[in-house]
């Protein structure tokens, strides 16, 4: 097989993909490979919560944009739809210290940009009346909502066909020789540049091209219920970020936040850990009580990325010329569009609409070298 | 305490398993889910409930009988939704003792733990949707059978019976015993199909002539038995009236149909066991060597769980499951295993029966498109083709195209015709499209029932992410 490419994208999540689609766009020749199929890692497992009060703060100029995007899905991704549901969001405390915990972040993220403002607990209840009594304060945020992360891989993947984009689904790459020669299952695949978006696979990836690029590996846990009534209408969270509730139009209740499962890198999610379970659960039937008459029908795991100080690893692969990298962004779903648009933009040779966020600071040796 | 050996399921497998494993001095705890052990084929009538001792009853009592005598601590009435332990560790941790959390018939949540574990987890019916197959008044066999002899009561007055396998005899002549009426039973299967099996039924006369004395009755009975056919249509207004079968029409206010059984494997995959598909066997099955190990250590399967043989056969694959547990326990076993010979035989039974109960891919294919595959999300054949079409290449994605397997039932139902549909719509073989991942929890499980008491102060909430 003799294939060549202005651009190699590996690893089909929402990041790879919103970057091939975007390159593709700009009048690239682009193939987009994936070990397994579109969108079936964290970007086709995660809670879909598309919010401002879990957001870095760092990223919420980001993430606003991305929400608009989510919002008007099908207008930019050829009829690809998640059923993005725009609706309020509230992150609550039950206690002083989160209350305090609250006041801080809240604040930090309307410097950011997100319109949060901070309501009593009865406030609170009149915009979710699922909401549990006892509430002391809840940061209210109108611009917030919710997507069906499982269709991701389905609602990208005709904008890419449509675009030109060689999508290679169960293609694993097992390595990069010279500039640039994708060993793959497939055969090798030659391009001109090549952009890594292996999620919490990028530091098998960079180390690909000698990179030492440390990314630490969350494993988080979801459940969700059977369908039920309505029982609430909003995003919920808690102040510490560790809950995040919402109901879907088909009445199921997903229940997440970011506890922890047992997994790691070889062996992906691998099971539920029990005490986070119950942890996760309780908190989320004391965040809204009628939750206590659902049935939980499936738990599952998904794997998250996080560079060294938690912040993402988006631009050009230090001392390699063409060869780019994304991935490791807190609350990624949400942003993960607006991310993919803008690498594309530096990609193609413009100036990316806001800044990127080049690794050079994650790379202590190399960067004192080069 | 840790057990030596956990047994997840209390049919003549789970039973024989445990009762085998607590005579060679284990440990044993055995966790079933109904009020009492039997499974399927000897299904326990509940307290107050007396029925006429049958051939199954006696067997099954036999079996109860020696389990009760065994000093196996029997948990029945239990649900076990919970699994832990084992090889779902983290990285670089030795393998844990087995964890199985479960709802006791009260609802009070517990967990058990054991060094090994025995699934006997039985099966799934499988029923091959057609148009007006989720009207009320369409049961399954397996459903008809619970009916009939857990607790006596006719599925309906004017009965179908429509399917494929043993059990359509065994539905259709319990139902002229309880004094209802066959309407038809429509089997498709073809005469030549149940001749070919014969021979391997003659390795067991007992059942044949069991087979036989219910063929007798349905003659005696003058029911219509129509070979080789299948139902076209259920219909009715709000509940059924007619079954269709190509031209033909029945009235009928119950139609009991099933088109064979698969394997419950969702505990063998929720602990990462390597599985292989195997038609004949009922669909994915786990990967077993020839004394009833899975691939994980310590982890064994035995019953029709283990690949669909029947209830003849389903013992002694327990005995030998427990068998083996207690050797690679290290038990010393001071008896040997004297029933090898046994097993072979009834296997061959079985076998002969399973593969007239394996799919039929031209019963798929029949399907009209608009009809309903995945009950639980609504989801109808052409949408798995437009899925398909539009790039869904595994179960796994099929899930997240449509939703189909999301629902209470996890898939039960609806993943066997929605694999075969799929599979053929790319062109390729069942096998090449996976199983869906096995998560907890195994059944739906009540938030009430598994929340406890507990103080907000006390949830171990971690620390939160950098702002
Ligand atoms: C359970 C969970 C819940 C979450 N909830 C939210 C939320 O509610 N809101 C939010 O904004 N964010 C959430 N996140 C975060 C978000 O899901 C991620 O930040 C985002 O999806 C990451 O996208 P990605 O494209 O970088 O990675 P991924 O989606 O993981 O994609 C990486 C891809 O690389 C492929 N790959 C790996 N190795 C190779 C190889 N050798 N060759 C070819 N391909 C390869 C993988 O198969 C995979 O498809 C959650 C994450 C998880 C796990
Ligand atoms: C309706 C029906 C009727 C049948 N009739 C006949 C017949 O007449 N003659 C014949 O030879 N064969 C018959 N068969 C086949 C026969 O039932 C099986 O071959 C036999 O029961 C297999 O035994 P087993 O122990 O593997 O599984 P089963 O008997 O199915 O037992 C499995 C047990 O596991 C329990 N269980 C599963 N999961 C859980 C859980 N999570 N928590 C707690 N408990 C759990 C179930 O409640 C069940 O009792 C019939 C099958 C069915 C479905």
């Known amino acids: 097989m003799n294939m060549r490419f202005d651009a190699a994208v590996i690893g089909a999540g929402v990041m790879g993909c919103a970057t091939a689609l975007f390159l593709a766009r700009g009048g690239m020749r682009v193939v987009l490979l994936d070990r397994g199929e579109i969108c079936r890692e964290a970007s086709g497992v995660n809670a879909g919560t598309l919010t401002m009060q879990m957001t870095r703060a760092a990223l919420i100029p980001y993430a606003l944009r991305a929400h608009e995007m989510w919002m008007n899905m099908p207008a930019w991704c050829a009829g690809g739809d998640v059923l993005a549901t725009a609706c ?12 305090a915990m609250l006041e ?36 209210h945020c109108p611009i917030d909502g919710f997507a069906s992360a499982y269709l991701t891989g389905r609602a990208f993947r005709a904008a890419l066909q449509e675009a030109g984009v060689t999508l290679m689904e169960a293609t694993p790459v097992r390595g990069i020789d010279g500039r640039f020669m994708l060993d793959t299952s497939a055969g090798a695949v030659a391009a001109q540049r090549v952009v890594l978006a292996g999620g919490v696979w990028l530091q098998d990836m960079a180390a690909w091209l000698g990179v030492t690029l440390p990314i630490k590996v969350l494993i988080n846990q979801l459940v969700v219920t059977e369908r039920m009534p309505p029982v609430m209408r909003t995003v919920l969270g808690v102040a510490s970020g560790l809950l995040s509730l919402k109901q879907y139009a088909n009445g199921t209740v997903l229940i997440g936040g970011g506890w922890q499962g047992i997994g790691d890198r070889a062996r992906g999610g691998v099971a539920v850990r029990s005490e986070n379970f119950l942890g996760n ?59 993919g648009r803008i690498l594309a933009q530096a990609i193609l040779g413009d100036a990316p609409e806001l800044p990127l966020f080049p690794i050079d600071r994650l790379l202590h040796q190399r960067s004192n070298s080069a | ?40 084929v000897y299904r326990a009538p509940p307290a107050g409930f007396e029925m006429k001792p049958d051939r199954d009853r006696q067997e099954g009592d036999a079996l109860r009988a020696a389990l009760a005598a065994s000093g196996a601590d029997i948990r029945t009435g239990c649900r076990v939704w919970g699994l832990g332990g084992g090889p779902l560790v983290p990285e670089g941790q030795f393998d844990a003792p087995f964890s199985l959390s479960a709802l006791s018939a009260d609802g009070a949540p517990f967990t058990v733990q054991s060094r090994a574990l025995i699934l006997c987890c039985g099966t ?38 429509a399917g494929a396998g043993p059990l359509l005899y065994a539905v259709a002549a319990k139902i002229l015993a309880g004094g209802g009426s066959v309407a038809a039973l429509i089997d498709a299967a073809t005469p030549g199909e149940w001749l070919r099996a014969l021979p391997a039924l003659s390795a067991r006369p007992d059942l044949l002539a069991q087979g036989m004395a219910w063929r007798a009755k349905l003659l005696a009975a003058r029911v219509p038995v129509l070979t080789g056919a299948q139902v076209t249509a259920a219909e009715g207004n709000k509940v059924l009236s007619h079954v269709r079968v190509a031209h033909r029409v029945f009235e009928a206010d119950a139609l009991c149909i099933g088109h ?9 995959r929720t602990y990462r066991a390597r599985h ?26 035995a019953g029709d769980g283990a690949g669909v043989r029947g209830a003849a056969a389903a013992p002694a694959a327990g005995r030998l499951a427990a068998r083996t547990a207690l050797h690679d326990l290290g038990f010393s076993l001071a008896y040997a295993s004297e029933e090898d010979a046994a097993l072979k035989r009834a296997r061959r039974t079985g076998a002969a029966m399973a593969r007239m109960m394996t799919l039929r891919p031209a019963m798929v294919a029949a399907i009209p498109a608009e009809t309903i595959i995945c009950r639980c999300e609504g989801v109808t054949r052409s949408e798995i083709e437009k899925a398909a079409a539009a790039g869904a290449n595994t179960i796994n994605q099929l899930k997240h195209f449509t939703r189909c397997g999301m629902g209470p039932c996890q898939g039960r139902m609806c993943g066997e015709a929605a694999g075969a549909l799929l599979a053929a719509a790319r062109g390729v073989d069942v096998a090449e ?15 009430a029932s598994i929340l406890g008491d507990f103080d907000y102060a006390d949830i171990p909430v971690p620390a939160p992410a950098p702002i």
């Open chain 2, 1 to 40: 305490m840790i057990f030596d050996v956990a047994v997840l399921g209390g049919g003549p497998a789970g039973m024989a398993a445990a009762a085998e494993a607590a005579r060679g001095g284990a440990r044993v705890v055995l966790l079933e889910e109904s009020p009492a052990p039997g499974g399927q």
């Open chain 1, 281 to 339: 659960v309780r908190l989320a039937a004391h965040t809204v009580p009628a939750l206590r008459q659902a049935r939980v029908v499936r738990s599952w795991l998904g794997l998250e990325a996080e560079t060294a100080d938690a912040l993402p690893a988006i631009g050009p692969i230090p001392g390699i010329d063409d060869a780019w990298i994304i991935g490791s962004v807190h609350s990624g779903y949400t942003s993960g569009p607006y991310m």
């Open chain 1, 88 to 99: 309020p969001g509230l992150s609550v405390a039950f206690t002083d210290a989160e209350a």
């Open chain 2, 124 to 161: 799934h019916e499988r029923i091959i949707p057609f148009p007006g197959w989720t009207l009320p008044g369409v049961i399954g066999l397996a459903a008809a059978t619970i009916l009939l002899k857990a607790q006596g009561i006719l599925p309906g007055q004017r009965v179908v019976v």
């Open chain 2, 433 to 447: 499209l996976g199983f869906a991942t096995g998560r907890i929890p195994l059944r739906p499980v009540p938030m």
């Open chain 1, 104 to 139: 801080e972040r809240a604040r930090i993220r309307r410097e950011a940009g997100a319109p949060i403002e901070l309501i009593d607990g009865r406030a609170a209840q009149a915009i979710e009346p699922g909401l549990a009594d006892g509430v002391k304060l809840a940061g």
């Open chain 2, 260 to 268: 064979g059984l698969v394997p419950a494997t969702e505990a063998s």
């Open chain 2, 276 to 301: 292989v598909h195997r038609p004949e066997d009922g669909g994915w099955v786990p990967v077993l060597d020839t004394a009833q190990r899975t691939s994980v250590p310590f982890l064994y399967a």
